[in-house]
T-cell receptor, first 115, second 109 residues
Framework: GAVVSQHPSRVICKSGTSVKIECRSLDFQATTMFWYRQFPKQSLMLMATSNEGSKATYEQGVEKDKFLINHASLTLSTLTVTSAHPEDSSFYIC???????????FGQGTRLTVV | GQNIDQPTEMTATEGAIVQINCTYQTSGFNGLFWYQQHAGEAPTFLSYNVLDGLEEKGRFSSFLSRSKGYSYLLLKELQMKDSASYLCASMDSNYQLIWGAGTKLIIKP
């Protein structure tokens, strides 16, 4: 299957700082990338959908100025959590889909802890 | 509205068979997905159904009835490593995945 690499897998940052999470499709061109957040024992919550070369579409309630998404190439999307606060601590997961695929492939996820 | 329902938790015995049900209501339908998610890890793809019927893939099978808005995931010859959450997701008319809350499957020896 297609491989999606997400980095870092874990990050601890201080409150008020920014954190960047990268999501790369290693062996296919990801025309669409999805960013999810998952709190413990809860379902995946879609934050935003991004298509290569265009602005991300954010879900209702997700602050686009706080969660900056860049999808500048067909193999890379980044999520930057700006001015992070403890309530932003969560598991962030990206997934990617190419034109040849029906299913989306997930990255390994990033456990963010804001202290 | 859009809604996916699946049981919160199920328990089964090693070597046995378990069926995890999922009912869905979405705006349009472009397929039903099942993913497996181990604790602390990202989901991994298990199956995709868009036509009615049963799709078999090794120990795992997935069934879809579009008229009933119903799917199930069947796991045979259960192994301890099958202990995980199983997520049902329906793809709507905009090709967005609508996720269920997941079913935590506990396997006992």
């Amino acid at each position: 299957g297609a491989v999606v690499s997400q980095h870092p897998s874990r990050v601890i940052c201080k409150s008020g700082t920014s954190v960047k999470i990268e999501c790369r499709s290693l062996d296919f061109q990801a025309t669409t990338m999805f960013w999810y957040r998952q709190f413990p024992k809860q379902s995946l919550m879609l934050m935003a959908t991004s298509n290569e070369g265009s602005k991300a579409t954010y879900e209702q309630g997700v602050e686009k100025d706080k969660f900056l998404i860049n999808h500048a190439s067909l193999t890379l999307s980044t999520l930057t959590v700006t001015s992070a606060h403890p309530e932003d601590s969560s598991f962030y997961i990206c997934s990617a889909r190419g034109t040849a695929h029906t299913e989306a492939f997930f990255g390994q996820g990033t456990r963010l802890t804001v202290v | 509205g859009q809604n996916i329902d699946q049981p919160t938790e199920m328990t089964a015995t090693e070597g046995a068979i378990v069926q995890i049900n999922c009912t869905y209501q979405t705006s349009g339908f472009n397929g039903l997905f099942w993913y497996q998610q181990h604790a602390g890890e990202a989901p991994t793809f298990l199956s995709y159904n868009v036509l009615d019927g049963l799709e078999e893939k090794g120990r795992f099978s997935s069934f879809l009835s579009r008229s009933k808005g119903y799917s199930y995931l069947l796991l045979k010859e259960l192994q301890m490593k099958d202990s995980a959450s199983y997520l049902c997701a329906s793809m709507d008319s905009n090709y967005q995945l609508i996720w269920g809350a997941g079913t935590k499957l506990i396997i006992k020896p």
